[in-house]
Nanobody, 129 residues
Framework: VQLQASGGGLVQTGGSLRISCVAS????????MAWFRQAPGKEREFVAA???????????SYGDSVKGRFTISRDKAKNTVYLQMNSLKEEDTAVYYC????????????????????WGQGSQVTVSS
């Protein structure tokens, strides 16, 4: 499975940005697709996950630092996950990595990077005043 992220860039504080990630090479849509981020000198941080909850439904989960500002969504037919980022802050500056796993996860495991089998190359998001 290959993950290709796009949509990163430079945005002003308080602005919005949407990044996306397309999964290819899988026989079926990944059970979970997620975003992590890593700022210079910091550990990789869980941002959000879209977890299959049955049928065509997905549930979203978020890290505490982005709740209420970021929204994850999923287009199952396109094997694409989106991250809409609003009210951006300078501390949101990081490389954003798309991750995926073949099966849905228990909610308690979504924030652990080691649980994900596939990773994309990363997309830089820079928030500046």
């Amino acid at each position: 499975v290959q993950l290709q992220a796009s949509g990163g860039g430079l945005v002003q504080t308080g602005g919005s940005l949407r990044i996306s990630c397309v999964a290819s090479g899988a026989s079926s849509s990944p059970g979970v697709m997620a975003w992590f981020r890593q700022a210079p000198g910091k550990e990789r941080e869980f941002v959000a996950a879209s977890n299959w909850s049955g049928g065509s439904a997905f549930s979203g989960s978020y890290g505490d630092s982005v709740k209420g500002r970021f929204t994850i969504s999923r287009d199952k037919a396109k094997n694409t996950v989106y991250l809409q980022m609003n009210s951006l802050k300078e501390e949101d500056t990081a490389v954003y990595y798309c991750a995926a796993g073949p099966n849905r996860m228990n909610s308690g495991g979504l924030s652990f990077a080691r649980r994900y089998a596939y990773w994309g190359q990363g997309s830089q998001v820079t928030v500046s005043s």
